[in-house]
């Protein structure tokens, strides 16, 4: 028998043996006959007589449930523990449909006196330690609402049944919400933590003053979950409840309410602390009374940390210790790549891999933290290939890749700088952009920019122009000169008509470029970067309260965003204040529309000489993007046609674009050009007419 049948046998067992006592307070029930008045009757539940694992031990303990408290428990919990005690229950209330005990049956069952009876009637009251966290639930009997007390029946939880039955699977319904993290019998040390030499001060001194609440602030990535953990071992925690806070349901109240109780409950059951992740969506002014929900459960823990990059409020706040981290400098991120190599290498293996220049570059270039480097080098051993650095790049580009798959689309972009074609400032300002994150490293780090600047580095850069004059060409461009990969964010699916879940997805969004470096897209950015309005109803307000919220994830992000609109005058000027670039994407003059054309047709594409694309370039005002539509369909025509490209295929591929863009018909752009009229199939003539 495995070790984990043994352990859910030996709560089985227990629990049977408590069940004994329980048969035979029923069955004198069921005979009439009342327990003595003068002695105390015997607990039906008795920690002190269980091992030191037993389950009803430890919620006596976690709970601090006196013997009448957790009797009352037990007797909520029978008929879901076996079906004849419902039946049991039926013919004590003289109505076989109620399965359940009513509070009178079950007080009656402990052999207390009236009296006593009366006084025990406290520990079921909302705000007892029975009912306040979830352990009992009270039910108005079916059909009538607003019974008293005596007649409402009791239940519990099946995560309750199934803990006291030795199973430990998580409560399902925090399953898309949290999860456990185990920390190791030796733990993760304070002196495996790479951080600031203050911040290691600060853990080292909180790790002998054990804290009710910890709040952990900095950008995702600094290490937040790794200081938990150093500081949970120490206080004698064994695990950690993570939740991911943006998950929640704030639509919903109620279903947020349960979940927050089912949080504390299944703290306690898995012995651990309640870590929330990414409290930041909980911190805005609309979120407060979701949060004072929050800060009550946590103020009754333990031990409970909170992960957020933003100020915790001032004011309504429990009392907690603060721990301020940084995403660390490259130099000490380059050492996390160092320790994880070493410490992953094969028993006996010689020292090598990737040099010191190479780590570096690769900690310049991802923002990684603990966890995601330890994966990313994981996932690099396990290929089976040498250990190189471009494997450990293309591991530590897949780690936010799952996340952001969900929230937005991988763009891939073959093309590179000799592919775009714009004017040479504005190719300039691409490359200074580019130069900007690649060198970040060296002005903030060696050069100590960060600390006049402040903790935030990020770059965000809007391009603005009409459409096809390549603002998402030159994105790919710039995130593949860099190494990284490029996310288009799906706007239809961040911008929420409900309230809250536009802030949800941006917090998911932005923690998953932080974790794994992406460059963010965000195309037709004036749907979300717009300007704020006035505020005359509570619809604008929410509006508003995004907006707010996006400024304060665009200065906190440590990463790359790109912003692309058709109309800059529709982004805010508190977004514009924040940019460290703006490209104008202008439409394409002659000279620039005469090299598009002349790229756009492949050196293995068959044109007829007769096309002349000095004479497309000079009478066609069009987008890069819209050459590149004529050129296919172009194309295309002409391989039906078994023809080589020709001015005919041209020509009706120009007249089908401007019809979808809106313009004249392509052959009355003709008329007076003293070139001749349009040839009689309607094609306009592109080849000139010789001398």
């Known amino acids: 028998m495995s070790p984990e049948v043994d352990a859910v046998s030996r709560h089985v067992v227990t629990v049977l043996t408590v069940l004994e006592r329980l048969d035979a307070a029923l069955s004198a029930a069921v005979d009439g006959r009342e327990p003595s008045a003068r002695t105390a009757p015997r607990p039906l539940l008795s920690p002190d007589e269980h091992p030191a694992d037993s389950r009803f031990r430890h919620l006596a303990d976690a709970y601090r449930l006196s013997p009448v408290e957790l009797d009352l428990l037990l007797l909520a919990m029978a008929p879901q523990l076996d079906v004849r005690y419902g039946e049991l229950f ?101 002196d495996r933590l790479v951080v ?4 290691r001060a600060q853990l080292a001194s909180l790790q002998r003053r054990p804290q009710r609440l910890c709040l952990l602030r900095g950008p995702e990535g600094s290490g937040r979950q790794g200081a938990a953990e150093v500081l949970a071992q120490a206080w004698g925690v064994t ?6 806070t943006d998950r929640l349901p704030f639509e919903d109240p109620a279903r947020f309410a349960a979940l927050v109780q089912a949080v504390s409950r299944e703290a ?24 004072d929900l929050v800060q009550a459960a946590l103020s009754s823990e333990p031990h409970a940390f909170v992960s957020a990059s933003g100020d915790w409020p001032a004011r309504n706040g429990p009392a907690l210790a603060e721990v301020v981290l940084t995403s660390g400098t490259t130099g000490q991120r380059a050492e996390l790549w160092r320790r994880r190599l070493d410490a992953s290498a094969p028993d006996g293996a010689t020292a090598g891999g990737p040099a010191a220049e190479d780590l570096a570059a690769l900690a310049a270039a991802f923002r990684l933290g603990p966890r995601a480097i330890g994966a990313a080098v994981a996932e690099a051993r396990n290929s089976g290939a040498a250990v190189t650095a471009a494997a450990l790049a293309a591991a530590a580009r897949r780690q936010g890749s799952a996340a952001l798959a969900g929230e937005g689309r991988r763009v891939e972009q073959p093309y590179g700088w000799n592919d775009l074609v714009l004017p040479p400032d504005r190719l300039q300002r691409l490359h200074a952009l580019g130069d900007r994150i690649r060198f970040r490293a060296t002005v903030y780090d060696l050069w100590g920019f960060a600390a006049t600047v402040g903790p935030a580095r990020g770059t965000a850069a809007l391009f603005t122009g009409p459409s096809g004059t390549g603002k998402t ?3 790919g461009i710039l995130a593949g000169s860099l190494g990284l990969d490029l996310y288009r964010v799906d706007l239809a699916g961040v911008v929420s008509k409900y309230i809250g879940e536009t802030e949800k997805a ?12 992406a460059v963010l897209f965000f195309d037709e950015a004036d749907a979300l970067f717009g300007k704020r309005t006035e505020v005359r109803d509570a619809h604008d307000r929410y509006a508003n309260v995004e907006v707010s919220y996006l400024l304060q994830r665009l ?29 104008e994407f202008p439409l394409p003059d002659r000279d620039h529309r005469r090299l598009i054309w002349q790229r756009m047709f492949p050196a293995a594409a068959p044109l007829d000489p007769a096309l002349d694309l000095d004479l497309l370039a000079e009478r066609f005002e069009l987008s890069g993007g819209s050459i590149r539509n004529v050129a296919v369909e172009a194309a295309f025509a002409a391989a039906v046609s078994g023809r080589p490209i020709g001015p005919d295929h041209v020509s009706t591929a120009l007249r089908h674009e401007h019809q979808k863009l809106g313009r004249v018909p392509a052959e009355h752009l003709w008329a007076g050009s003293g070139d001749g009229p349009s040839s009689p199939n309607g094609h306009v003539p592109l080849a000139r007419s010789a001398p």
């Open 555 to 583: 200065e906190e992000h440590d990463g790359v965003v790109v912003l692309a609109t058709n109309l800059r005058k529709n982004i805010d000027e508190a977004f514009l204040r924040r940019l460290q670039f703006v490209v």
């Open 239 to 244: 695990a950690l409840l993570r939740v991911q």
């Open 268 to 291: 306690r059951l898995q012995r651990a602390a309640p870590f929330w992740e990414r409290f930041d969506v909980l911190l805005e002014e609309p979120r407060e009374p979701l949060r």
């Open 196 to 199: 600031a030499d203050e911040v």
């Open 90 to 190: 039926g013919c004590l209330q003289g109505d076989p449909a109620r399965h359940r005990p009513t509070v009178s049956v079950a007080l009656g069952l402990l052999g207390l006196t009236p009296a006593q009876r009366v006084v025990a009637r406290q520990v079921l009251t909302p705000t007892s330690r029975l009912v306040a966290p979830g352990l009992v639930r009270l039910h108005d009997p079916s059909g009538q609402p607003g019974s008293p007390l005596p007649d409402r029946e009791l239940s519990v939880d099946d995560r309750l049944v199934a803990y006291v039955t030795g199973h430990d699977g998580m409560d399902a319904a925090l399953s898309e919400v949290a999860d456990v993290v185990r920390i190791a019998p030796t733990g993760p040390g304070i």
């Open 473 to 475: 060409m030159a994105a």
């Open 506 to 517: 941006l917090a998911r969004i932005f923690a998953a470029a932080e974790a794994t470096s």
